[in-house]
């Protein structure tokens, strides 16, 4: 659990894939968010519970199914609002009267503190983070030492480059980055990390990464992704 600001996260393991729920919350209104509800949330809802928090959104990072298998669950316990960028909301097609659709870099209230989104298409088309006193829950975006594959159904590996860049240029490299999977030697890293660390960010042209991310990377690499050395 880490403290910052205004707000509170907390991790959870669930599932066969390695996945990780995140649990945010305002320190002051106790208003709590859940980012892709999937796989058993007993843990997260009895966490939610003992602490005296309110469920009041859920955050969605992209729509495969590993990150939303429990929303029809969560939603016959409460009635939330689903947060979705507009792009993922066309490429999911699932009908939800309580979608919450957001933009490529908009602004919304968790309580009285602030939670931004940044989208992030190459896993998915609306693929997007959720930036929060330096903390970005980066779903399949962006994993510690990683990234997201760009061979599904809706991947694009010259957005996931343009994506990458996007993240390594404009945040703080104390960022601390939050996987939507556990993939790695350790759990979380920094922008910092990442620039000196992971084999994506080491490309300054598309047509290496495109041919590193699609061929190359999943014959060279294997989990637990470690940082690349230099030199």
Known sequence: MQDKST??????????????????WDNTTKDAAIVDPAW???????FTTQNGLKLRKILLTHSHH????????????????????????????????NLIITGSNDTFSLGKSSVST??????????CCYLFDKNLIAGDTLFVFGCGRCDLHGGNPEE??????NLKNNLDQNTIIMPGHNY???RQSTIGEEITGNPFFSFDNL?????????????????????????
Do not use: C
């Open 7 to 24: 707000l509170s996260v907390k991790t959870f393991d669930v599932g066969p894939m390695l996945n990780i729920v995140y649990l945010i």
């Open 40 to 46: 058993d949330l007993t843990e997260v809802l009895n």
């Open 66 to 97: 590993d990150h939303v298998n429990s929303i029809d669950t969560l939603l016959e316990k409460y009635d939330l609002p689903i947060y979705i960028n507009k792009f993922e909301a066309s490429f999911w097609k699932k009908k939800y009267d």
């Open 118 to 127: 940044i989208h992030t298409p190459g896993h998915t088309p609306g693929s």
């Open 160 to 165: 996931m480059y343009n994506s990458l860049k």
């Open 184 to 186: 790695s030697i350790k």
């Open 207 to 231: 047509k290496d990464f495109v041919q590193y991310r699609m061929h190359d990377h999943d014959k060279t690499r294997q989990e637990p992704y470690a940082p690349i050395t230099h030199g």
